[in-house]
C-alpha cells in the first residue's frame, strides 16, 4: 500500500527566509501524481504545486518549487522569501493514475512564519 | 463559478442522531470525493465517485453511505452519529484522472457529544 510521510510535524521560518518541507512517499507504482496542498487557518484546502513522475524537472510556481527525488521517493517543497500569509498546515499527497484516484495525504506540518 | 460548496459549515448532533452533510459542484466534474480530517492529522477518503450513479469506498466508509444521482450532488448520509465521527468533511471534485487538480470544498466541522 502507498504511504505518504512528512517527518516535520512544525517548523518555523523568519519572514524572508527559505524554508523547505521534507516528504517522503512509498510506492510499487512507475507513473503517479505528487502534490502539495496549503491548508491555512480557514481549513480551505489549497493547491499549491503538484509535480508527475514521469517528468524529471522539478515542478515550480512562484515562490515555490520542488525537490522530486524519484528514486529516493522524496518530494521537499522549498518556500523562497517566507510571507506571513505563507503560514499554514501543509500537507503532502500522492495520487497514482488508476480508475480510482485515490489521494493519500501525509500528516501534514505546520509551517509558523516568524516576523 | 461557485466551486464546490458545503452545508452546513458546522454542525452539533447527539449521539445516534442522522444527518446528511451536503456538497455540490458546479464544475460539471465527473469525479467527486468525501474525505475526513481528524485533529492534527491529514485527509482520509470516506467514499469517492467516479460519476453519476457510480460510488465506491475509500480508506473509511464504516458509519457513513453516499449517493451520486446527478453529476452536481453528492451527499454524505452519517446513520446513528457516534462521537468517533467528530471531525471535519471535506468535500472535493475533479475533472478526471491522474494529475488533475481536486477542488476542496470549505468543509464542514461535525461534533458528535
Known amino acids: 500500500a502507498q504511504t505518504v510521510t512528512q517527518s516535520q510535524p512544525e517548523m518555523s521560518v523568519q519572514e524572508a527566509e527559505t524554508v523547505t518541507l521534507s516528504c517522503t512517499y512509498d510506492t510499487s507504482e512507475s507513473d503517479y501524481y505528487l502534490f502539495w496542498y496549503k491548508q491555512p487557518p480557514s481549513r480551505q484546502m489549497i493547491l499549491v504545486i503538484r509535480q508527475e513522475a514521469y517528468k524529471q524537472q522539478n515542478a515550480t510556481e512562484n515562490r515555490f518549487s520542488v525537490n522530486f527525488q524519484k528514486a529516493a521517493k522524496s518530494f521537499s517543497l522549498k518556500i523562497s522569501d517566507s510571507q506571513l500569509g505563507d503560514a499554514a498546515m501543509y500537507f503532502c499527497a500522492y495520487r497514482r493514475v488508476s480508475r480510482d484516484d485515490k489521494i493519500i495525504f501525509g500528516k501534514g506540518t505546520r509551517l509558523h512564519i516568524l516576523p | 463559478n461557485a466551486g464546490v460548496t458545503q452545508t452546513p459549515k458546522f454542525r452539533i448532533l447527539k449521539i445516534g442522531q442522522s444527518m446528511t452533510l451536503q456538497c455540490t459542484q458546479d464544475?460539471?466534474?465527473?469525479?467527486m470525493y468525501w474525505y475526513r480530517q481528524d485533529p492534527g492529522m491529514g485527509l482520509k477518503l470516506i467514499y469517492y465517485s467516479v460519476g453519476a450513479g457510480i460510488t465506491d469506498k475509500g480508506e473509511v466508509p464504516n458509519g457513513y453511505n453516499v449517493s451520486r444521482s446527478t453529476t452536481e450532488d453528492f451527499p454524505l448520509r452519517l446513520e446513528l452519529a457516534a462521537p468517533s465521527q467528530t471531525s471535519v468533511y471535506f468535500c472535493?471534485?475533479?475533472?478526471?484522472?491522474?494529475?488533475?487538480?481536486?477542488?476542496f470544498g470549505p468543509g464542514t466541522r461535525l461534533l458528535v457529544l
Open positions: 464544475m460539471n466534474h465527473n469525479y
Open positions: 472535493a471534485s475533479s475533472p478526471g484522472q491522474g494529475g488533475k487538480t481536486q477542488y
